[in-house]
């Protein structure tokens, strides 16, 4: 009955489980993922993310930055540059979010 | 200069491609992605998707699964059984998420 896999085919009529359910919180918001696809292809700054997104708007972006800098993928850090300037980088935990990312464009092209 | 990989760093000031913005659009929505995930552990009934969410709120559900048929990810399907119902099964295209829900959960867990 059981295929294997990660995903497992056991749980029919279980919850999906709690931990898989938080990580799929993050990425549940319009733009989410857009974003973090935007911060793997190295976009650190406010205006990069907005060229690279297009249609956002910057309220929304600006809120997306806090919620996923609130949830760990994101570090905000403000450099001291003429002018200072801050910039969003991908954590530890962010930057394992790139064979995700890398299915997701494996499955857009596909 | 340019990094290897499926997400190329080479982009960083141009917009994200299309396709996989359309791709990361079918996923940015509460839910989208437990959805699907509840769908690759077996689930195919407005219940059973219900039972693996939780939280979810059924008009919510309701949107979803039609946004997801729409997307073509879900084929939605009536039974001749007592009494008929209707099961929303995965298409080829949405049996292609796998890869993207296996790096899901990998995620979850490290």
Do not use: N
Request: one cysteine or more; a positive charge; aromatic letters at 6%.
């Amino acid at each position: 009955m059981c295929r294997s896999g990660p995903v497992s085919r056991c749980k029919r009529h279980e919850p999906i489980p709690e931990d898989v359910r938080r990580a799929a919180d993050v990425l549940e918001r319009r733009y989410a993922v857009s974003i973090l696809y935007a911060s793997h292809t190295g976009c650190t700054r406010f205006t990069e993310f907005r060229r690279a997104l297009g249609t956002i708007p910057p309220a929304t972006l600006a809120q997306r930055l806090g919620e996923l800098e609130r949830a760990g993928v994101l570090r905000r850090e403000v450099r001291d540059a003429r002018p200072p300037h801050v910039e969003y980088v991908l954590t530890s935990e962010g930057e394992r979010l790139r064979g995700l990312l890398d299915a997701l464009a494996a499955w857009a092209r596909s």
